[in-house]
């Protein structure tokens, strides 16, 4: 059952908090009741209704082609699940970058129809007007800079960024109007350890790292990548701490030599 952010354990505040006493923030994502429940059980303090759901629940190359529709019913079925943590919920691609109402508009959707805590949205200050607009309206929204898969077609790789001095100065500029709007916190995607450490030490409201390395106030995975349940994406910043792919697809074999040979179901397995 939803609890709704009134009874949220974990709050933006509270994040805040454990940035200024060094606590890590731990978040996953999710998209679905079931995972989202062990999620919550886990203890972690922020699931990501990631549009990453785009590539692993449905098998797209990117994350361009999820709808509002898809985000909220995602979202939707992680908040049945929840009680504990904060649930952040991606604006899917074109639902922002056009223009502010319309953003006011897509965010406000996602929060009614899914009842999550918060939005997340990629990109600097070409997108400020917009997370200006929406942070008015008092929906509290995460940031996202460095690698946005969002705009993968205009880097036309998924390699690490702003390595070079002047993105590098982008991203810390981009950073500071985040904070300075009232975003949350900040996902620092693929970029040197040492960039997310400026921009960490720099900032009061926390940052959540994937592939930015150990000074980051927080850290995300992709909850498909980190159980090894996809085994054809390793990229140096996945720790796998499991192998899900195996262990899924041993159960299954199992279960088709069982059916085969007529020993599934056996005397007790009926009625
Ligand atoms: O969609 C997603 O899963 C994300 C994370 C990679 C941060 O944005």
Redesign the pocket.
Known sequence: MSTGSSTRVITTHKLLEMKQRGEKIS?L?AYDYTSARIVDQAGIDII?V????ANVMAGHET?LPITIDQMIYHAQSVMRAVKNPLVVV?MPFGTYQGNPKEAVRSAIRIMKESEADAV?M?GGAEIMESVERILSTGIPVMG?LGLT?QSIHKFGTYAVRAKEEAEANKLIEDAIALEKAGCFAI?L?KIPAALAKRVSEQLSIPT?G?GAGKWCDGQ???MHDMLGLNNTFSPRFLRRYGNMYEEYLKAFQNYVADVKSGDFPNESEQY
């Not at 990631?50 to 759901?53: F, N, R």
């Open positions: 978040m994502t990501l990631g549009d990453s759901a994350t991606d997340k990629e996202h898969p996902v995607e959540i994937i995300v995975l992709v």
